[in-house]
């Protein structure tokens, strides 16, 4: 709050009422409606529905599918976060280590951020084409069984393969930005102290760098739950079997597809809170770093 | 010392090959004619179907879709990158003019129901959402399409953020100088915030740009499908088969969809970079 302010008037209403009306519509209203239908039982023309309580909850929450949906998930952006942190971590320390062509190595690295999951989708989906990808044969040819059509782990690993891809440049340009909020004058007490660079990485810089780590922690999961869609809609679509469906994948499977709206609502809701949680975490977290 | 700078100069030459090599790849394929990829697969030397497939692409009806060219999907996308951008921006730039500069009762709750929208993704609110658009006739139009996009908090917590740091004499000497509040906000925190204006801009044009989920559940007719849900519809059609795959197609459309945001991202680096940083705090 700022100390000097304008006095009372309906003029902060006018500033704000685009924003709260357009959030009231497309925001409250449809995620009120979700929490609504997720306690309805519609039968299969839409044409009459019934308060069922918590009975879709029951019904798809417990289902086998919604269950493999959610181990998948969470193995899937456990790995995700964790390969693509670990990977820009490692570019960002090397990049802000070299002097000569820096920029340019910083320019190669950071500028996938601007290319749409989709189009990250598609593009690794044909290069593991069987008709003509060279990853495909490559993976065969190196040995393994290659098969990411019929195969669940190899269809993760393609999944996988593409969200990291798409989320390195991201985690390397917050982890620049870090390094380079590192004061010099630490680094340098740093090599006084310790000549071994790795032991000085892991007791000096990464401490430093925990806040941002935490933080790009609950922006890869975010980024693993919700915007993978679009790379999953264009490469396995959940398949096989459901193998590779996320919970967010199968939210629209179920709702579009299946027009299952009430377990699909349910699922939606289940979602929110998952969302609230990581909200919390984040903002606990923001709060303790104000502290410091 | 000289030898670790060669494995530094390595691993960054690696992640570079990793990040660019995809790309590069894709738009080599996708100067070649469709049966050299195939019968060879992927490319990694331009062909010499650069233009014919570019054109067929851009400008030829049914060369990519069954009717719309990529130039058109081309003009959504950037409506909708710009409309998004730009629309955030002015949504954002007076919600938090209000809360940051007036004493009003409703501050606190109008505060907590944008921060809300965080907790609001709209993966988690589709169907409901699709039925809200619907109802209101808006399916198929730009005010559907963009508007329910642009209200999320992320634009509004960066205003805020900035504001607070402008310093307080600021609104003295003009409410001294007789100012009103339309004007203080037009003449003087506007042009303050220029560099946070663009670098906003930068960044949410990128973000429009790339939408996905909403653009696709919204837009039924072909006429407004944006780049990126033409690669929805090239996919179907590939892993339909059918007649001859048209790989050289496919990849010429994910380029198209590429280049602009990555354009912007490159001639704007500096901005953009600050803009993601600042605005994900």
Known sequence: MKRVQFEHSPIPYLFVAPQIIIILVFFIWPAAQAVYQSFLLEDAWGLSSQFVWFKNYVDTIGSSSWLQAAGFTIIFSTLVTFLSLSIALLLAVKANEVIHGASTYKTLLMWAYAIAPPVAGLMGNLMFSPLIGDLYKFMNFIGFDFDHKLDPFDAGFVVVLISVWKQVSVNFIFFLSGLQGIPKSVNEAAVMDCRSPTRRFWTITFPLLAPTTFFLMVINITYAFFETFGIIDTTTRGAPGGATNTLVFKVFQDGFRGADIGGSSAQSVVLMLMVLALTVIQFRFIERKIHY | ?281
Do not use: C
């Open chain 2, 1 to 281: 010392m000289q030898r670790s700078s060669i494995s530094t100069h390595i691993i960054l030459i690696l992640g570079a090959l990793f990040m660019t090599l995809p790309i590069w790849v894709a738009f080599a394929t996708s100067t070649h004619a469709p049966d050299t990829i195939l019968r060879e697969g992927l490319q990694i030397m331009p062909g010499g179907h650069f233009l014919e497939n570019y054109n067929e692409v851009l400008f030829v009806e049914g060369g990519v879709m069954k009717k719309v060219t990529a130039l058109a999907m081309l003009k959504n996308s950037m409506i909708l990158g710009i409309g998004f951008a730009v629309g955030k921006v002015v949504i954002s730039m007076l919600a938090a003019y209000a809360i940051v500069y007036f004493r009003f009762r409703l501050a606190v709750p109008l505060f907590w129901v944008i921060f809300m929208t965080l907790l609001l993704p709209l993966e988690v609110r589709i169907i409901p959402s699709f039925e809200v658009v619907s109802d209101l006739g808006l399916l198929d139009t730009h005010t559907g399409l963009i508007v329910p996009l642009i209200a999320s908090a992320t634009g509004t917590f960066f205003f805020r953020q900035f504001f607070r740091s402008v310093p307080d004499e600021l609104l003295e000497a003009a409410r001294l100088d007789g100012a009103t509040s339309w004007g203080f906000f037009k003449d003087i925190l506007v042009p303050l915030s220029k560099t946070m204006i663009a670098a906003i801009l930068i960044i949410m044009f990128v973000v429009g740009w790339n939408q996905y989920l909403w653009p696709l559940i919204m837009t039924t007719k072909e006429e407004n499908y944006t780049l990126v849900i033409g690669i929805k519809q090239i996919y179907q059609v590939l892993s339909e088969g059918g007649e001859l795959p048209q790989f050289q197609k496919a990849f010429a459309l994910t380029i198209l969809a590429t280049l602009p945001p990555v354009l912007v991202v490159l001639v704007f680096q500096r901005w953009f970079v600050k803009g993601l940083v600042e605005s994900e705090k």
